[in-house]
């Protein structure tokens, strides 16, 4: 079903709902209004006949009650009908009514008579000389009261039609930018990341076509980036195979020194490939895993002294100092000991030999923050790209994993990296918010 043929028949059913149960009110009301009305004029017509008579002389009765009836017209087609009768049963004079029984075993009040197959609403008036009774019929009652039902029910309901159709035409107008969104959608290719864009959108209908285009622009992103990645994975991983291979052939083909400088290559190349394996699976691994808390706590100092130990090279050159809590829970520390390890890695390929590598940790109740400070001079260019994955500087080694493993870690536990280098020292920051892990 269409929205707006749902929200016509919706509306119908609201303005038909209310029609409905005004026209019961109203029938209601009008059936007891006319019959009040109806018997009212029966009961002053007696009344004033009744004082009418009071003035004719007796013996001038039977003579003046006919011209006295058609000046109250009474006795009309549609008229009244009217029976004057004495206390003693006689009738002295009715009205030219066929129909109408000729009784005077009337009580007196309001009643209602069946004669032949026409019924009588009457109203008798005892005085102290006559027995007056007014009558019209039921059914020019009735007629009456379905002239006026007519008349009341069926204009609202013709305009009610109206209402309707023209209510049609105004919701498909009301929903035009809702349609132009949904043929703009359904116009999409699946591949298709182009942000939408509609005429004079509705103020209701911004804030899904923003989220809609945000949520395509981070697709496009994502997209890129694994594409990029992809391309970069394949390239790094071409090189050391080539050099195996390559290296292989020639250990085959020669003996002696050779021999070995080439299986010394192979297992070079060997441990570069596996090194750059083992980061895209724990990047892998770091992407695809939510925030993972620990309630356990642990300390901070054992697991720096733990890695520079098992540091195999330049562990001499690494310096360290505690701030604040040693225990930390929350956050595994298999995380941090990889952001320590990766930042360490870093200092150690990228400064001078013998030149001091130290690291700060300041551990508070809502905040981590690891500073990793080495000698070096990179330049703002250099620093924008140092966390784009696969990118290396010069002719260091590695994966150029490093930085995009800490980053990633950074944003996937809402905090962040920051590279600064001033005075021919090179600074990493790594920063979480603890409270906000706990929170969250």
């Known amino acids: ?85 004495s206390l003693h049963g006689s009738i002295i004079a009715t009205s030219n009514s066929s129909t109408f029984p000729n009784s005077t075993a009337v009580e007196s009040g309001f009643n209602y008579i069946q004669a032949e197959s026409t019924s009588w609403r009457t109203f008798t008036l005892i005085t102290s000389q006559h027995k007056i009774t007014i009558a019209d019929k039921v059914s020019e009652r009735d007629s009456l009261y379905y002239d006026l039902l007519k008349s009341i029910l069926i204009p609202p309901a013709l305009a009610i039609l109206i209402t309707l159709g023209l209510l049609w035409f105004a919701i498909g107008k009301g929903i035009k930018p809702i349609m132009l969104l949904t043929s703009a959608l359904e116009k999409r290719g699946s591949e298709d990341l182009a942000p939408i864009q509609i005429q004079q959108p509705l103020k209701e209908l911004q804030p899904l076509i923003n989220s809609q285009n ?16 992809t391309s970069n994975a394949a390239h790094e991983l071409r090189t050391p195979l080539a050099g195996i291979l390559a290296q292989a052939q020639l250990a085959e083909l020669t003996t002696g020194d050779k021999q070995q400088r080439a299986l010394l290559q192979v297992s070079k190349s060997t441990k570069r490939l596996n090194s750059i394996l083992d980061n895209l699976l724990l990047l892998a691994n770091i992407e695809a895993s939510t925030q993972v808390h620990t309630d356990e706590s642990w300390s901070v100092e054992l697991l720096i002294k733990n890695m520079i130990n098992e540091t195999s090279q330049g562990s001499e050159r690494i310096a360290y100092s505690l701030q604040g809590k040693e225990l930390i829970s929350f956050i595994p520390s298999a995380m941090i000991a990889i952001v320590c390890r990766n930042l360490i890695d870093n200092a150690l390929k990228y400064s001078p030999p013998e030149t001091p590598i130290l690291m700060a940790i300041n551990a508070t109740e809502s905040l981590l923050n690891i500073n990793v400070s080495n000698t070096a001079n990179v330049t703002a260019t250099d620093i924008a790209k140092m966390t784009t994955r696969f990118w290396r500087s010069g002719s260091a080694g590695g994966a150029g994993l490093g930085l995009s493993i800490v980053e990633t870690i950074a944003i996937n536990y809402k905090g962040s990296i920051t590279l600064t280098n001033g005075d021919n020292t090179f600074v990493a920051r790594f920063s979480i918010p603890l409270t906000a892990i706990k929170i969250a």
Do not use: Y
């Open 1 to 85: 079903m269409s929205l707006r043929l749902r929200l016509t028949i919706l509306v119908a059913a609201v303005f038909i709902g209310f029609w409905l149960l005004a026209s019961i009110w109203m029938v209601t009301g009008l059936s007891h209004k006319l019959d009040a009305s109806f018997d009212k004029r029966l009961e002053s017509t007696a009344i004033m006949l009744s004082n009418i008579l009071a003035h004719v002389p007796q013996s001038a009765m039977s003579a003046s009650l006919p011209a006295i009836m058609e000046a109250n017209e009474v006795g009309t087609a549609k008229g009244l009908t009217c029976q004057i009768s």
């Open 214 to 229: 945000a949520l395509m622009a981070r697709l496009a992103k994502v997209i890129s980036r694994e594409k990029q990645f």
